[in-house]
């Protein structure tokens, strides 16, 4: 079955940078695109970009481009996402979630969360 | 950016009774809109995609409508399990995919 596993919680300072993993698996990986999803406490869901398993190709929330970067390892079935100049109002959990299927992009395999916690 | 407005913000409903929550888009996102279930502690749970398609497992309590600007998903008998949070999302225009600010379904 789908499966995508994310890394462990993190705690950074203000100003520095975090990558998270989530690493698919019981599908082939580069049929399906990833989104990363956060939610900061007490808030809604908020997109944050899209990558393709298949060649890379990325599509960045407008308020984030500037400080996030996606990638794929397809070697392991595994999507990044990069955080640099993290700020308090990033303490959040991310999720990375997959396209339900090739020609809706509607999430339908979720990760099970990774909380960031930004803390000076 | 398109933006979804969902209501209400909460829903106080008795085990048994229907509920009825409503997403509205800013623009047309034809039938590509999604509604999501949240609970605490748990990652979000694909309830209905394409307005009205129900997600795999999802039990047929769980009804989605709408095209254009206005949706609807309906829970047509509560049971404990479905107090959580609900989110609309469109998938039609990007980017981004946009949420709405989700409806907490509560126990009254």
């Known amino acids: 079955q789908v499966q995508l596993v994310q890394s462990g919680g993190e705690v950074k300072k203000p100003g520095a940078s975090v990558k998270v993993s989530c690493k698919a698996s019981?599908?082939?990986?580069?049929?399906?695109?990833i989104s990363w999803v956060r939610q900061a406490p007490g808030q809604g869901l908020e997109w944050m970009g899209w990558?393709?398993?298949?060649?890379?190709?990325?599509n960045y929330a407008q308020n984030l481009q500037d400080r996030v970067t996606m990638t794929t390892d397809t070697s392991t079935s595994t999507a990044y996402m990069e955080l640099r100049s993290l700020r308090f109002d990033d303490t959040a959990v991310y999720y990375c979630?997959?396209?339900?299927?090739?020609?809706?992009?509607?999430?339908?395999?979720w990760g099970q969360g990774t909380l960031v916690t930004v803390s000076s | 950016e398109i933006v979804m407005t969902q209501s209400p913000a909460t829903l106080s409903v008795s085990p048994g009774e229907r509920a009825t929550l409503s997403c509205r888009a800013s623009?047309?996102?034809?039938?590509?809109l999604a509604w999501y279930q949240h609970k605490p502690g748990q990652a979000p749970r694909l309830l209905i995609y394409?307005?009205?398609t129900r997600a795999t497992d999802i039990p047929a309590r769980f009804s989605g409508s709408g095209s254009g600007t206005e949706f609807t998903l309906i829970i047509s008998s509560l049971q404990s399990e479905d107090f959580a949070v609900y989110y609309c999302?469109?998938?039609?225009?990007?980017?981004?995919?946009?949420f709405g600010q989700g409806t907490k379904v509560e126990i009254k």
């Open positions: 979630a997959r396209d339900l299927s090739v020609v809706t992009s509607a999430l339908g395999y």
């Open positions: 019981g599908y082939t990986f580069s049929s399906y695109g």
């Open positions: 990558i393709s398993g298949y060649n890379g190709n990325t």
């Open positions: 623009q047309s996102v034809s039938s590509n």
């Open positions: 394409g307005a009205s």
């Open positions: 999302q469109q998938y039609n225009n990007w980017p981004p995919w946009t």
